[in-house]
């Protein structure tokens, strides 16, 4: 088990605990803006996951298939519940599921005061949006989800880069480094 699990199961609690009826959709776009917020500030993402340009929005292909396969980490699959949801606004196209938490405590430790506050506004802007109202401001003009599905179409990777824009703090170089060394420290499963 490593940091980044530990992240990802805080994040996704606070999610469930914060915001309303998070299903399948809802939590996938959660995930999406915390991770390119966070990464468009300082460089780096939360999670570590690649977001894909599907139907819906973006989507973290890695816990999609976990999720799919009933193949969640001992880490998630102990402390949070997939159930099967049929709300009718989520799409019929694929599994759709709520996540319900076997422990409620959420252990923010594992987070830094940055990925902490970027938590509490992602939930507090987006507390009572519907899953068709978060896909709705994922598929609006120049975000990276946009530029991705009108450049390369459906079920490609979102360059994370795409996120960086005149409001970004850092100098890109500074951030392709943190990226880059991020991604070395995933693949090797040190992070």
Do not use: C
Not at 3 to 12: F, M
Not at 174 to 185: A, G, M, S, V, Y
């Amino acid at each position: 088990m490593n940091i980044t699990e530990h992240k990802i199961l805080a994040g996704i609690k606070y999610f469930v605990k914060n915001t309303k009826n998070v299903g399948r959709t809802k939590l996938f776009k959660l995930l999406y803006h915390w991770d390119f917020i966070h990464f468009k500030k300082y460089g780096l993402s939360i999670t570590g996951y690649d977001y894909y340009t599907f139907p819906f929005g973006p989507v973290p292909l890695k816990l999609y298939q976990q999720i799919e396969s009933d193949n969640l980490p001992d880490l998630l699959k102990n402390d949070i519940k997939i159930v099967e949801d049929f709300n009718e606004e989520e799409d019929n196209q694929y599994k759709r599921f709520k996540v319900i938490l076997k422990n409620k405590k959420i252990d923010l430790d594992w987070l830094s005061p940055n990925e902490i506050k970027i938590l509490e506004e992602v939930s507090f802007v987006f507390k009572d949006a519907t899953a068709k109202q978060m896909t709705e401001i994922t598929h609006l003009p120049n975000t990276p989800y946009d530029k991705t599905k009108n450049e390369k179409g459906m079920r490609h990777i979102i360059d994370y880069f795409l996120a960086i824009d005149e409001e970004s703090e850092l100098d890109l170089e500074i951030i392709k480094e943190r990226f880059n060394t991020q991604k070395d420290l995933l693949s090797d499963a040190d992070i």
